[in-house]
Nanobody
């Protein structure tokens, strides 16, 4: 499995960005997906996840109501729409994939595959 994250960049506080993650190598619809982020000097933390059908999503409280995770199983891609961005959202964002049944997974240690990350910088 290969994951390729894109869409990061520099944005002002209050702005929006849409991250994409392209999946290849296996059947995408069999994988549950997640987004994590890592700020400078900090550990990688959970942001959002979506089940393999797209029917179930879960968010960290820090992004709930501002970020939306979605997926397109026909395009083998997962997305993270980020609105009302704050300087504290600045981080490298990673997408990840985990197999198994329909589920949402918060723990990074459970994920099988990771993308290379895309940098999001929010200026104040």
């Amino acid at each position: 499995v290969q994951l390729q994250a894109s869409g990061g960049g520099l944005v002002q506080a209050g702005g929006s960005l849409r991250l994409s993650c392209a999946f290849s190598g296996r059947t995408f619809s069999r994988y549950n997906m997640g987004w994590f982020r890592q700020a400078p000097g900090q550990e990688r933390v959970f942001v959002a996840c979506i089940s393999r059908s797209g029917g179930v999503t879960f968010y960290d409280d820090s992004v709930k109501g501002r970020f939306t995770i979605s997926r397109d199983n026909a395009k083998n891609a997962v997305y993270l729409q980020m609105n009302s961005l704050k300087p504290e959202d600045t981080a490298v964002y990673y997408c990840a994939a985990v197999g198994g049944g329909e589920r949402v997974v918060v723990a990074a240690s459970v994920y099988d595959y990771w993308g290379q990350g895309t940098l999001v910088t929010v200026s104040s």
